[in-house]
């Protein structure tokens, strides 16, 4: 099963593209969409889509599982990102690829085996599952990783979306 796991935002979306077959994973891409700051919102939101279009063109993954969005005290913020998980969810959907959300605490159970674990302890099992060297600078990017493996970890019991 090929997987693209995306950690949702609207300056950075973090995705990876990762395989998954009789328990092993392999890392096949990951990296980011970036936007720039000062260019107008839809235009961001556009070329979120776009590129996330392409990815799905490119590497063709049986299903997308994306982080549900975790709300902090800046509700323009958490607005913004909901726009761009709304882009991402509509690419999945225009493009007939079962598309998926979990909650950093199901991310993290399923990475960790401990929902509350710290970003430290994601990023220490994450690079050991992907039986990685290093892992990407940005945190975006691996977290798509870690929500791709919760996926896999997840994929018999998750309702698409």
């Given at each position: 099963m090929r997987i693209l796991g995306i950690?949702?935002?609207?300056?950075?979306?973090?995705?990876?593209?990762?395989?998954?077959?009789?328990?092993?994973?392999?890392l096949i891409n990951s990296g980011a969409v970036t936007t720039k700051a000062g260019?107008?919102?839809?235009?961001?939101l556009t070329k979120i889509f776009d590129d996330i279009?392409?990815?799905?063109?490119?590497y063709k993954p049986d299903a997308i599982s994306v982080e549900e969005l975790f709300f902090?005290?800046?509700v323009k913020t958490a607005i913004n990102v909901a726009q761009a998980r709304?882009?991402?969810?509509?690419?999945?959907?225009?493009?007939?690829?079962?598309?998926?959300e979990y909650t950093p605490l199901q991310i993290k159970q399923s990475v960790t085996g401990y929902g509350r674990?710290?970003?430290i302890q994601v990023q220490k099992m994450v690079k050991t599952i992907l039986n990685v060297e290093n892992l990407p600078k940005l945190d975006d990017?691996?977290?798509?990783?870690?929500?791709?493996?919760?996926?896999a970890h997840s994929a018999k019991f998750s309702q698409k979306i």
């Open positions: 950690d949702p935002g609207f300056a950075i979306t973090g995705y990876s593209i990762i395989d998954y077959e009789g328990n092993k994973f392999k260019v107008s919102f839809p235009i961001r279009s392409m990815l799905i063109d490119e902090n005290n800046n709304g882009v991402i969810l509509t690419v999945g959907c225009k493009k007939n690829i079962p598309t998926f674990a710290d970003k990017t691996t977290d798509s990783m870690a929500a791709a493996i919760c996926h």
